[in-house]
């Protein structure tokens, strides 16, 4: 079977083109970034996750992780790969370099981290995690919690959890149970149970940190009333010495549709006494916390998503050009010719990797506009990059991950029979993506943040001037001969996105659940147009270059298939925006109609 | 857990309103079929969905069949379920008098069938497999056959399994290499491997009679060199007395995503001196007998996808009603509601509601025109019911399937993380459900039989009857006030559909591989445009029963709900209809452009 293979083309395409590193370059702290030093990182990522994490894929789903009187043991072969990971420095990459980090920028660092998706997502879920609590503890940690805890899960020493779910309170953070009392000595003894917890527990690292959300005794109700605490499996003395067994074990892990090496787990906390966990920040604003490092962890489930497609479009692509079926349609010759030559199967691969492609060229945006909110010299471009980064978060969530679903199985279907056998490797994909929509908040979640919170937030400028960049692109497309008729079924879609967005808008204001009920087609539909307009740009760019310059072979190729992938998802995938549109302004009635169930 | 529980209401409604029973039972050998007969048949089928075959669905998933030095066990309880199963006549109801069959129409069946799936698919293949061998001996087996085996195929006392599939011969049966040669005693000896033999090899009866694609010594290359083999695992003599082993042996069962319970197995056939078989028909003529039986098994499958769709519309349902999740949005109150009360819930419910209500009356106007065609008095009837039935069986394979695996990962979607839990069952309707797009023909395959051998079969007349029905259809919804909103997307929807379908009747004379690009788009929006006129049909009816007669509370709910039901479908499912035929029409240059791979 064929490894994962990073497609350092595309990758390096989007930050030799699209992006703009020098000035990212300019920023703060990021002086060291260049193209040269960028495309070194992607090779080197690209052959770890080819020799190292790829062939643990299928072994570790196969095996899965395994829980033992409270220890969890990894699929064979995972610690030593994890601990070529750390010790490669891999952990630390995006890290601030204050902990021991390389403070790499977000849009390579994204790269990188679909490599390690792509090639084992299951496996990528620990450091992914990781990093969402060095996130939570670097924002809103005291300069006690930094020091005892960044250094080591910077280094991936240590390794990070983040505790909300409990069995009532899901979707609903507002219903949690968890209760913290304060001790004499300034901490707080944890009790209660949490589910669904990636890596609670596992044998990669010496000491697991959990970020849990959990209630002291006067809270207020809901919302307002959830604190944030690190709550280390073992505890950590001031002087950074390990000391005790904390009160928190794994009590369990879940059998589930896929990632089966990543042990989702059954928290147990004071079982014996209480668990000894240190505040984050103050009382009561465990929430806003979470939501700082909320939009970093849903912006990685996206580029998971991401990973998974381009992972089963390189299987399914393979297969198709091995696989000998039939005579090729509409010729005289009778010999049999590999299922690529078949007009349906070109049709699936183009679904494929023209979405994986959008949605790739998008997340790369949205990092960007994240580096340049963190660090630009000016104000106003700091705010307005932040406001698109925000704005765009759901969307790369929630459509990169609904999308590789579809995706894996578009890759299955392109196996045939053979994508139904496990050992063919293409279902793993779609059992691996399935989680995807609905961790790190589902869909329906994503779509509410967005035409509630994001789009409300500036009084819709970010959004207004999203839709302003996609009409001015179009009118520049309208221009190019080879891209005119594109142009018009893409600025028939961007003012359908347009209408769908008033809409949301509209009734937000004064009737929620009409707008919540096409809140989710929405978000679909703003992705599709969002992900054109990226494939549309990187396909105008490609042609500047054609023209421009002489390429070589690879590169003319490169540029040409750029141009034809976009063309594709024009008329295969824009083209459904009206459609989408009318469900987002004319479908509510009909799905809040009270008569139906 | 619930069990599965039979859509009872939704059958009888489409028997008693959407289909012409009583011309049914004016047919030959159809004397006995009536109403009331029907519906309780349909009780007792659900009862024993509900009691026998639902409570080992899970079970079987978890403990799927295992393979021991050439035999195959089936999963605790499925040897007894089986007994059951045939003592209780089940298998013999759709099966020849002559044979010991109770020869009920096909509309019954359809129903009956539907629940067998929806209750426990994986079981449901064994007898689905029977019916095949069934319908190819009857209907082209000599009289010696007929006698030999279809009593005890009829009643299940032995089952039997369609042997097409080859490594090197999947979608290309042309490929085919297994051999059969001829024997002094006239019958024939078989070598090679068949793969993907669903029940292949079980515990679940004492004999299994395998129907087997070969080639003889000289037959000509290609599709029409194929002959068709009757090879049972124990050989029987001319008393029907059974007698040695034959020469045909399970190797190995593959590990698939999903329908664990259900064997499927590789073949070998002569490794010590060959199987004996013994021909069907005449030598050479084997792909047009599988042809004749295979347009049942095709519509068989569909069936099986609306069955599987409903089982997790009811488990996603039940979940909505009781999880507990959040205040409701849209107004003052606070306390948590069940998640049904959430609008994009409530979306996804109906879209799974409305998709599977299509499907299941598209398919029962499908299965009547079955009946029709091979029992009405009038010839040209029959050829009118006959060219309907073999337009829409791809559509009804190709359309159920595709959808029924949206619709079980929307059914995960429901569930939040609770459905990537194997233990919740959602996950398994979508993995059991993965399969049924694949096998019996791709959707692919279906849709290249759709644009070729079914549009063209009678120069496009069934193609073009069926579109005016649907005109007619809208022109008498455009006079109800209540849906008249809804005629106007219908008309709209109908009108691509007939670009597209124009579309690809003149590109299959004249560019064929740009036909090709677009057949699968084009079956998906022929089942949107067909199921949702059949919805909007029911809605009509619906209307007119509340209209005219003064209906119980369960019956009002019902009607009413179908309307909203089918109002829903429209503004959701229908409003894609234009963007497809955009796919059909204007998407095949952009698949079929090779600088793009």
């Known amino acids: 079977m064929t490894e994962y293979c990073a497609p350092l083309a595309d990758m390096q395409f989007l930050l030799r083109e699209r992006i703009d590193l020098e000035a990212i370059a300019r920023l703060p702290g990021y002086e060291d970034v260049s193209l040269d030093l960028a495309q070194s990182v992607l090779e080197q990522s690209g052959r770890f996750a080819s020799e190292v994490l790829s062939p643990l894929n299928r072994t570790g789903d196969v095996e899965g992780s395994r829980w033992q009187q409270g220890q969890v043991l990894t699929p064979n072969g995972f610690r030593q790969a994890y601990t070529r990971f750390i010790a490669d420095g891999w952990n630390a990459m995006a890290c601030p370099s204050q902990w021991g980090g390389q403070n790499q920028p977000r849009v390579l660092a994204a790269l990188v981290e679909e490599m390690w998706h792509g090639a084992n997502t299951a496996f990528a879920l620990c450091p992914m995690l990781t990093r969402s609590a060095i996130d939570a503890i670097a924002h809103s940690g005291s300069p006690r919690l930094q020091h005892t805890y960044l250094p080591k899960l910077v280094s991936g020493e240590w390794t990070g959890t983040m505790n909300l779910t409990e069995p009532q309170a899901g979707s609903d953070l ?18 209660g149970q949490k589910i669904f917890i990636t890596y609670g527990e596992h044998d990669l ?27 280390p499996k073992v505890r950590v003395g001031d002087d950074g010495l390990v000391g005790a067994r904390n009160d928190v074990h794994c009590v369990s892990i879940e059998h589930k549709l896929g990632i ?27 929430l806003e916390y979470m939501f700082v490092m909320m939009n970093a962890a849903r912006f990685a489930v996206g580029v998971q998503g991401i990973g998974i497609a381009e992972r089963a479009y390189q299987r399914a692509l393979a297969f198709a050009r091995e696989r000998i079926q039939g005579a090729e349609p509409g010729t005289r010759r009778r010999e049999r010719v590999a299922i690529i030559r078949h007009p349906d199967v070109r049709r699936m691969l183009l ?84 989680i995807t929509p609905i961790y790190e908040g589902t869909t329906g979640i994503q779509a509410n943040d967005l035409i509630g919170r994001k789009f409300a937030r500036d009084g819709g400028h970010a959004v207004a001037l999203v839709l302003e960049q996609m009409r001015t692109l179009a009118r520049a497309l309208a221009e190019s001969s080879e891209l005119r008729g594109a142009a018009t079924v893409f600025s028939t879609a961007v003012e359908a996105l347009a209408s769908a967005i008033r809409y949301a808008i509209i009734h937000y ?43 070589g072979a690879a590169e003319t190729a490169f540029y040409v298939a750029k141009i034809a992938t976009a063309r594709f998802y024009v008329d295969h995938v824009l083209s459904q925006a009206q459609g989408l549109a009318h469900v987002v302004t004319a479908g509510a009635a009909a799905a809040l109609d009270e008569g139906v169930f």
Not at 174 to 191: F, K, M, N, Q
Not at 269 to 281: K, M, T, Y
Not at 404 to 431: D, N, P, Y
Not at 514 to 537: K, N
Request: proline fraction near 4%; charge should be neutral; include cysteine.
């Open 174 to 191: 507002a219903a949690i149970r968890t209760r913290a009392v304060p001790a004499a000595d300034g901490s707080y003894r944890l009790e």
């Open 205 to 231: 690292s010496d000491n697991i940190i959990h970020l849990v959300l959990a209630r002291t005794p006067d809270a207020p109700e809901g919302v307002k009333g959830i604190s944030l605490f690190v709550v």
């Open 260 to 286: 089966h090496a990543s042990p989702t787990c059954v928290m147990a906390f004071g079982h014996n006494g209480g668990a000894v966990g240190e505040l984050v920040g103050e009382e009561n604003r465990g």
């Open 351 to 434: 679904l494929m990797k023209s979405q994986t492609e959008a949605m790739r060229a998008l997340s790369i945006a949205v990092a960007a506009a994240v580096d340049l909110a963190s660090g630009h010299a000016d104000a106003s471009e700091r705010a307005r990059h932040q406001a698109f980064a925000e704005l765009m978060t759901p969307v790369t969530k929630g459509w990169c991950t609904e999308t590789a679903v579809k995706i894996a199985s578009l890759g299955i279907q392109i196996h045939g029979g053979m994508g139904f056998v496990e050992e063919t490797g293409a279902a793993q994909h779609l059992r691996d993506a399935r």
């Open 509 to 551: 204001a004064n009737d929620i659940r009409a707008a919540s009920a096409g809140a989710v087609p929405l978000l679909r539909l703003f992705g599709i147009v969002a992900g054109g307009a990226e494939l549309l740009h990187s396909a105008s760019l490609a042609r500047k270059r054609l023209d421009a310059t002489n390429p």
